[in-house]
Every structure is written in C-alpha cells, then in structure tokens.
C-alpha cells in the first residue's frame, strides 16, 4: 500500500512569503506528526493530531506556523512569513489506531529553502 | 525535558569493519527506537526495546538496552555500503501524545 505521501519535495521562497506543505498519512491512521529537521541533526517535534483534533502543539516554534487537519485525513503545515531559520526538512508521519505507542511512519519530507 | 545524546557524531569507515554507536539519555526510556534514514527520505523504523538488558539482532545489527534503561548501543558486524546513512535513536519519553524525542543522529559513511 502507499505510504505517507508529502508534496511539494523541494520548495523555495523568498524571506517573508508564506508557503504551505502538504501531508497524506497512510488511510486508516489516526495520527499524524509533523516534525522539523535541521541539516545533520534529529528530528525536533512541532505538532500533533489525532483525527482532525489538534492536541499538541507545543513544537510549534512561533505564531507563524499553523497545521490544520480539518477532515482527520489531510494535513498542511502553513508558515506565514518565512524567515531564513525556518530553511529545514519537515517530515509528516503517522501511526495507526492501537493501545499504546504506536509506530509512526514516515514520508520523505519537504525541503524548505527560505533566501 | 528528555536530552538523547547520540555518538559519534560522525563515523566514516571501510567496508568490512565492525562499528558501535551510542545513545545516551537524560532520563529512563519509556521505548527506545533506533531509525536510519537514508538522504532525501524519511527515517525507517529498525528496532523498538523496551525491557533493560534487551538484546536484538537484524542480521548484521545487533541493538543493546541498558540494564537501567537509561543507554543504549546499536553494534554492525561487517559494514556495507548499503549500511551508510544517519542513525537516530527515539524516545516517546513522558508524552500520552506519542510524539518522539530524537538525538542528533550518528552519520555512518562506509566506504567501498
């Protein structure tokens, strides 16, 4: 079956315009992650639903960023006037219903180059 | 907050040599996962441990769990080149939301 699918696989824009990523979780997943990877290093945790609940939002780095999942499928990641330090790997995974942790599956991010 | 320290940081080594790398956190783990990812993909899941002193084998990897669940070490036997990559290891730590805490990663370059 598909994986988590994520598009565009590259985007660049200018400092200061807005740019939104695109997230397609493996059907049937309850939950979706985004996650935010600098060049060599792990990836740091932004968000959190479960369905269309947003219920974590503690990585978010600032007001500019916003996730929405509004049919529990789908989810964007939108950045409002980027700035260079957000010039990063943004990975989406998710993981299927199930008591405890479940394991996430990952897409293969969007690289972001903010000039 | 739960700090995963990975190392090295950097590995670069002949096909054919053994190698060890570390993963060291602040606190008990919950569930550790150690993940490779590859260049322009996503991490791939290789391994979950739970129970301290565990002890996993994938073919050429063999994963440790510290007795005090508090370290980890993923050993390979006979790199390849296929083996290269970025290997990280995670927490779910503290969180009923399932969110990971990732180290920073070890970069294995095995050379041909």
């Known amino acids: 079956g598909a994986g988590v699918s994520q598009s565009p696989r590259y985007k660049v824009a200018k400092r200061g315009q807005d740019v939104a990523l695109r997230c397609d979780p493996i059907?049937?997943?309850?939950?979706l992650f985004w996650y935010q990877q600098a060049l060599g290093q792990g990836p740091e945790f932004l968000t959190y639903?479960?369905?269309?609940?947003?219920?974590?939002k503690s990585g978010l780095p600032s007001d500019r960023f916003f996730a929405e999942r509004p049919e529990g499928s789908v989810s964007t990641l939108k950045i409002q006037r980027t700035q260079q330090e957000d010039s990063a790997v943004y990975l989406c995974?998710?993981?299927?219903?199930?008591?405890?942790?479940?394991?996430?599956?990952f897409g293969d991010g969007t690289r972001l180059s903010i000039l | 907050t739960q700090l995963l320290e990975q190392s090295p940081q950097f590995l670069s080594i002949q096909e054919g040599e053994n190698l060890t790398v570390y993963c060291n956190s602040s606190?008990?783990?919950?569930?550790l996962q150690w993940y490779r990812q590859e260049p322009g993909e996503g991490p791939v899941l290789l391994v979950t441990?739970?129970?301290?002193?565990e002890v996993k084998k994938l073919k050429r990897l063999t994963f440790q769990f510290g007795d005090a669940r508090k370290d980890s070490s993923l050993h390979i036997t006979a790199a390849q080149p296929g083996d290269t990559g970025l290997y990280l290891c995670?927490?779910?730590?503290?969180?009923?939301?399932?969110?990971?805490?990732f180290g920073q990663g070890t970069t294995l370059q095995v050379k041909p």
């Open positions: 995974a998710s993981s299927p219903p199930g008591r405890g942790n479940q394991p996430q599956h």
């Open positions: 059907s049937g997943h309850v939950s």
């Open positions: 639903f479960q369905n269309e609940a947003q219920l974590d």
């Open positions: 606190s008990v783990f919950s569930s």
């Open positions: 441990v739970v129970t301290g002193g």
């Open positions: 995670a927490d779910h730590g503290s969180s009923n939301t399932g969110k990971l805490i």
